[in-house]
C-alpha cells in the first residue's frame, strides 16, 4: 500500500480532475469527502488492483457510430460492468475482514444520488469511493501495473474501455482473485 501510494497517489492533481467533473459534490462515492483520505488509506498494508477491459467487437462499433449513440452505450456498459464488480467487492470484502474496496468511477447503485438532495447515502454499507477520488491516477495505474493504456471516447467508441477497481487489506492475502 505504501508503494502505491508513493508511486501512484497524485492527490491535488488528482483532486483538480475531480473538481471539473459534473458529479463533483453531486455523489456521495466522490470528493469532496468529510473523512481524511490519507488516514483512511494509511489503515491498510496491501492494495490488490485488479481491472477489467471490456472489448468492442466490430459490431458494435458499426452500431454506435455517432457521438450519441456510443456515449450512451458506453456509459450503459460502464454502469452495468461497475455494478457488477461492486459485487465482487463485497464479496472480497466478505472474505477478507478488515478489508475496503475502491471502485472504478462513481458510485451508480441509485439513479440519482441522495447528495443531489443534501440527504445521507440511502446505501452506505454498499457503497465504495471510487479509486480515483481517493488521489490515485488511475490511468498510470492501468499503464503501469495492469499492462493497458486507457483509451478515451471521442465522437466514437474507442476498441476497449477499462474499469480500474482495488481491495485495500490489512495484512496480505495470497489468491485473492
Known sequence: MK???????????????????????????CPPFSFDVGEFLGRFDFAYIFGVKMVHG?????????????????MSLMDSVSLKLLDILHGL????????????????ICRTCARIDSLPCRFPERMRNSI???????????????????VWMTDRLPPYQVLVNALFTVGRHDGII
Open 3 to 29: 508503494d502505491l501510494i508513493a508511486s501512484y497517489r497524485f492527490a491535488d492533481r488528482v483532486m483538480s480532475y475531480c473538481a471539473a467533473c459534473p458529479v463533483f459534490g453531486r455523489n456521495w462515492s
Open 58 to 74: 466490430e459490431s458494435t462499433l458499426a452500431a454506435h457510430n455517432t457521438a450519441q449513440s456510443a456515449l450512451k452505450y458506453s
Open 93 to 108: 470484502e466478505r472474505k477478507h475482514r478488515g478489508s475496503r474496496g475502491a471502485s472504478g468511477g462513481n458510485c451508480k
Open 132 to 150: 480515483e477520488s481517493l488521489g490515485f491516477d488511475v490511468s498510470m495505474i492501468t499503464k503501469e501495473l495492469l499492462g493497458l493504456e486507457l
